[in-house]
Nanobody, 116 residues
Framework: QVQLVESGGGLVQPGGSLRLSCAAS????????MSWYHQAPGKERELVAA????????NYADSVKGRFTISRDNAKNTVYLQMNSLKPEDTAVYYC?????????WGQGTQVTVSS
């Protein structure tokens, strides 16, 4: 049974930091590209960052470049999203995604709220 469990969300002030984690199980983690998406109220889900199975390549949405870092630990079946210099517009539900060819799995999401 495939599971993706996100954690680490919460309320943070503008300029603050959070680290999201996504623990995976039920599939061969290292063979899947992993991504983080976010979805703000009334908006479509958008790609934030992605990383290849081996971790050698990453890409980011323009809005988060230089502020967010995606990484993974294949020994722990976990992917991370380090978010620095957070802005109110980063407020959204953040979803973990696993992708390999036609296979795609989603986590349940974790809320990130950036507000003073």
């Amino acid at each position: 049974q495939v599971q993706l469990v996100e954690s680490g969300g919460g309320l943070v002030q503008p300029g603050g930091s959070l680290r999201l984690s996504c623990a995976a199980s039920g599939f061969t983690f290292s063979m899947y590209a992993m991504s983080w998406y976010h979805q703000a109220p009334g908006k479509e889900r958008e790609l934030v960052a992605a990383i290849t199975g081996g971790g050698g390549s990453t890409n980011y949405a323009d809005s988060v470049k230089g502020r967010f870092t995606i990484s993974r630990d294949n020994a722990k079946n976990t992917v991370y999203l380090q978010m620095n210099s957070l802005k109110p517009e980063d407020t959204a539900v953040y979803y973990c995604n696993a992708h390999r060819f036609a296979l795609r799995y989603w986590g349940q999401g974790t809320q990130v709220t950036v507000s003073s």
